[in-house]
């Protein structure tokens, strides 16, 4: 999810045997001048992209030339290489490519057409010897295979001297234009592919020219009409262009498999009514972490044969490993282990600050289960929930796999003792691009570390913070070391606050760069005071603009570069020692946030929670709109209120194929799904030994910047929600990222746990939970609950989380016991009814740890809230 991607391709030692014009009929025919230009930016007046290089210095274009150093002592001219992806070839059509090319002090080069995967057939190749002064090199022929999508690789390697190589002027023109591209949309009524939650909204979308309301029926998977009625015309909708009317037939609750909707003489995808359907989308959103590990063999008998593969960067040739990794020049002496972690996106860099908010999310999905009435204490998330190697250690599976990415982050903190102690290096990734596909224990490029940063260190202490609290009950030992490591970094931070990641640094991986960072010093503290309870943390948070500011913007309520809104919802959700109607203040901004999103999705006629216009319609838009569903699900957590559990479930109505594509995003989801995403590991496209991304995996979505060559020619002039490919070249709109899935398993977590989405119970019942006294280790607890309904309550089960490392100790009049941070109250023989308006105390010794000890806010009586008195 990063701006540029360029690959390179280990190249066959049968390139070398490649001589002038070879796998090429030398033609004598003249190509005409206005013939199409199949390469972009050969001019280098937009800069480097999408040029790539492999073997070589930093690619750079400063005075309009491309230019690189390239080491001496290689042994083959592939060795080292500079090249364009995505070449249109027509067989049998005549080509000619033109270069300026120097290298200082000489050197011969070649240029080779070919296949950009094994068995990289030369379709042609023009050969030159370049000195000091820039020379003119063209060549005309024939190409004999058909290939979309070749590729032009400079061969600069093989030279005992350094040089200095530089090109202007590259062209290849000749064969045909890329004919208009024409998606495949399927069927003109648009429904989730998935399915619907018999009590949810069920709303679909037909693309028509029809004014008049259109009749419309729904059809059992046997044909029979079960529901019927009339559509609602809505005009032109403004991010697809299209004429459309919305159909809503939420009436309709009866579960069952293989219905259709059926409008103006077209019947749409086979659907589903059931309040499972999202049971395995939480586990398969969540398996693809497993999948992007690095730094492990991934084990096909956990996750499927086609993705087993060895372990990456642990320094086992090719690799040079993150276990020894230095700096970049200039910037450390040192080196440090970085092994494991995540790969972040489509390539083999990790980054703090894009691993810091997919962390969050991981552990933010097992932390609702704490505060959340429908999500039932946890037990959908629990141990061997998981197809992951850690199951069974009585650590719920989620929080093992957020401890992959936790140790690395850990590593990431400079040492004590050395300059700028505390920091957090920014990213870690290889020295060049590297290619297309390529899995990560192949990857041959040197790593590097590199410069801390202020956004990377705060994202360590936020998540360091949370992992404190959430890992208590579990492994004492790791939570108290990231305390440690959380603390240190936010003093770290606050003593270099100012310490940014450049933009220029985006070779061999994103820059991730990011100059405000006074979202990110209100995210720590505020994680830091809910973990602690400490007075500091809370003076900062409350000092910070962003504490009142409103901070869920419309386009996206939050993301890697913009994390104020993550501190506001867990300050909504997680227990703490604020004010009352400080509280109060802080939830109602995130309902009212929520207000916002309900209008933008009422608004458009493909109901998703996003403003229309193409600025909101960027990199990761669909990432966007689960971060916009996830304040409307906050928003039902705290309220009970279902309209906003309803937006919530709209929102994926449009992931999972009601939009202007038909297309789920989310692959193995959906009768027309996303199933070529931009990755390095899942290059099926290209390899087909290779597998696809597996399934549950979010594609990026649309882009109307159109930030890749490949969506460039393909996309130019499209509408916003057009403005996305299913291919593995576009890097800009169909790339997979950590952050983009740790939203989507926040999301399907959430929606799993709705079930069928019926009507919300009235409360029945109020609860006390008063402390009777405290002492450095310990605490008195009485619990009290109501019954506020008009029918006797026979046997209760009282259940509460307590929010870190607090441990029941003794109790009386109720059988109290502990299970994680969960504590669960049954009563006794004696005291297990209570009448209408009556009501039952039980109370508690507890040992209190060094964390803070705040009231629970989420008390259940049988499995239904109380309310908190």
């Known amino acids: 999810m990063i701006p540029i991607r360029r690959r390179h391709l280990a190249f066959l030692a049968a390139t070398a045997l490649a001589l002038t014009g070879a796998g090429a009929g030398v033609a004598h025919a003249e190509v005409p001048p206005d013939a199409p230009e199949q390469l972009s930016n050969g001019d280098f007046s937009a800069g480097v992209s999408p040029w790539f290089s492999y073997g070589t210095?930093?690619?750079?274009?400063?005075?309009?030339?491309?230019?690189?150093?390239?080491?001496?002592?290689?042994?083959n001219p592939w060795d080292a290489g500079i090249g364009q992806d995505g070449v249109r070839l027509n067989a049998g059509a005549e080509y000619r490519l033109g270069f300026d090319v120097s290298a200082t002090p000489g050197a011969?080069?070649?240029?080779?057409?070919?296949?950009?995967?094994?068995?990289?057939?030369?379709?042609?190749?023009?050969?030159?010897?370049?000195?000091?002064?820039?020379?003119?090199?063209?060549?005309?022929?024939?190409?004999?295979?058909?290939?979309?999508?070749?590729?032009?690789?400079?061969?600069?390697?093989?030279?005992?001297a350094e040089q200095r190589i530089c090109l202007d002027n590259v062209s290849l023109r000749g064969g045909e234009a890329a004919p208009p591209y024409q998606p495949d949309t399927g069927p003109r009524v648009r429904v989730n592919q998935v399915g619907y939650l018999p009590g949810g909204p069920k709303n679909a979308t037909v693309v028509t020219e029809a004014t008049d309301p259109l009749r419309w029926e729904l059809r059992s998977a046997a044909g029979a009409v079960v529901a019927s009625g009339e559509s609602s015309p809505r005009g032109v909708d403004a991010a697809s262009g299209q004429h459309v009317q919305t159909v809503d037939f939420s009436a309709y609750r009866t579960p069952g498999t293989g219905y259709t909707l059926v409008a103006d003489g077209e019947t749409s995808h086979p659907f589903d009514i059931s309040g499972g359907l999202y049971d395995r989308l939480r586990a398969d959103s969540l398996q693809f972490f497993y999948a992007q590990r690095s730094g492990t063999p991934i084990d096909g008998d956990l996750i499927g044969a086609e993705y087993a593969r060895p372990a990456g960067h642990v320094g086992v040739a090719p690799n040079q490993g993150d276990t020894e990794v230095p700096c970049q020049p200039g910037v450390c002496d040192y080196s440090l282990d970085v092994r494991g972690g995540w790969y972040d996106a489509g390539d083999h860099g990790k980054y703090v600050v894009n691993g810091g908010i997919a962390t969050y999310q991981l552990l933010n999905t097992f932390e609702r289960t704490k505060t959340a009435e429908t999500a039932d204490g946890g037990a959908a998330l629990g141990d061997e929930t998981l197809r992951v190697p850690e199951r069974g250690n009585a650590v719920p599976d989620v929080l093992d796999e957020a401890r992959w990415e936790l140790e690395f982050l850990l590593r990431m903190q400079v040492p004590a003792g050395r300059p700028l102690a505390g920091m957090a290096h920014h990213k870690i990734h290889d020295r060049n691009w590297t290619g297309l596909p390529l899995a990560p224990h192949e990857d041959p490029q040197p790593r590097e570390l590199h410069p801390p940063s202020t956004a990377a260190t705060l994202n360590l202490a936020a998540v360091a913070a949370q992992c404190a609290r959430l890992f208590a009950p579990y492994d004492a030992t790791f939570a108290a070391r990231c305390g440690t490591a959380a603390r240190t970094a936010y003093a770290a931070a606050k003593a270099h606050p100012a310490s940014y990641a450049s933009a220029a640094d985006g070779t061999g991986g994103g820059a991730y760069d990011d100059t405000t960072v006074t979202d990110e010093f209100y995210w720590a503290a505020v994680e830091l005071y809910l973990t602690t309870g400490k007075k500091s943390y809370l003076d900062d948070l409350t000092a910070s603009p962003h504490h009142t500011g409103d901070v869920f913007a419309a386009g996206g309520a939050f993301g890697w570069q913009s994390v104020a809104a993550l501190g506001r919802l867990d300050l909504a959700t997680v227990p703490n020692g604020l004010p009352t109607p400080e509280k109060a203040r802080i939830r109602a901004s995130v309902t009212e946030a929520a207000d916002r999103y309900l209008a933008a999705l009422r608004a458009q006629a493909y109901g998703l929670p996003l403003p229309a216009d193409a600025g909101n319609y960027v990199w990761g838009s669909n990432s966007n709109v689960v971060n916009n569903a996830i304040v409307l699900a906050t928003a039902f957590d705290l309220t009970r209120n279902a309209t906003y559990r309803d937006g919530a479930v709209?929102?994926?109505?449009?992931?999972?194929?009601?939009?202007?594509?038909?297309?789920?995003?989310?692959?193995?989801?959906?009768?027309?799904?996303?199933?070529?995403?931009?990755?390095?590991?899942?290059?099926?496209?290209?390899?087909?030994?290779?597998?696809?991304?597996?399934?549950?995996?979010?594609?990026?979505?649309?882009?109307?910047?159109?930030?890749?060559?490949?969506?460039?020619?393909?996309?130019?002039?499209?509408?916003?929600?057009?403005?996305?490919?299913?291919?593995?070249?576009?890097?800009?709109?169909?790339?997979?990222?950590?952050?983009?899935?740790?939203?989507?398993?926040?999301?399907?977590?959430?929606?799993?746990?709705?079930?069928?989405?019926?009507?919300?119970?009235?409360?029945?019942?109020?609860?006390?939970?008063q402390v009777h006294g405290a002492w450095p280790d310990g605490f008195n607890t009485q619990v009290t609950i109501r019954n506020t309904g008009t029918s006797a309550v026979n046997g209760w089960t009282v259940r509460y989380a307590f929010t870190a490392d607090q441990k029941v100790e003794q109790a009386w009049t109720a059988q109290v016991s502990q299970s994680g941070a969960t504590v669960t109250a049954r009563n006794l023989s004696y005291n297990g009814k209570i009448p209408p308006g009556g009501s039952v105390?039980?109370?508690?010794?507890?040992?209190?740890?060094t964390l803070a000890n705040p009231t629970p806010n989420l008390i259940t009586l049988n499995g239904a809230a109380c309310t908190l008195s």
């Open 108 to 160: 011969a080069i070649k240029a080779v057409l070919q296949l950009g995967s094994a068995p990289y057939t030369t379709y042609a190749a023009v050969g030159a010897t370049a000195g000091p002064d820039s020379t003119r090199v063209e060549q005309t022929f024939t190409v004999p295979d058909d290939n979309p999508a070749a590729q032009l690789i400079f061969q600069v390697g093989g030279s005992a």
């Open 57 to 75: 210095g930093a690619l750079d274009a400063a005075d309009g030339r491309l230019c690189t150093t390239v080491p001496g002592g290689s042994a």
């Open 650 to 769: 709209q929102a994926t109505d449009y992931l999972l194929g009601r939009n202007a594509l038909n297309m789920s995003y989310v692959t193995g989801w959906g009768e027309q799904h996303a199933r070529n995403q931009h990755s390095r590991i899942f290059g099926h496209q290209l390899d087909p030994d290779l597998p696809n991304p597996p399934a549950g995996s979010l594609a990026g979505g649309p882009n109307a910047a159109l930030q890749d060559p490949y969506a460039a020619q393909l996309l130019a002039d499209c509408k916003p929600m057009f403005c996305y490919v299913d291919d593995i070249n576009s890097y800009a709109t169909n790339e997979v990222a950590i952050n983009w899935n740790s939203a989507l398993a926040w999301l399907a977590s959430f929606l799993a746990d709705q079930g069928d989405a019926g009507a919300v119970p009235a409360q029945r019942c109020a609860a006390t939970y």
């Open 841 to 849: 105390t039980f109370g508690l010794l507890g040992k209190a740890g």
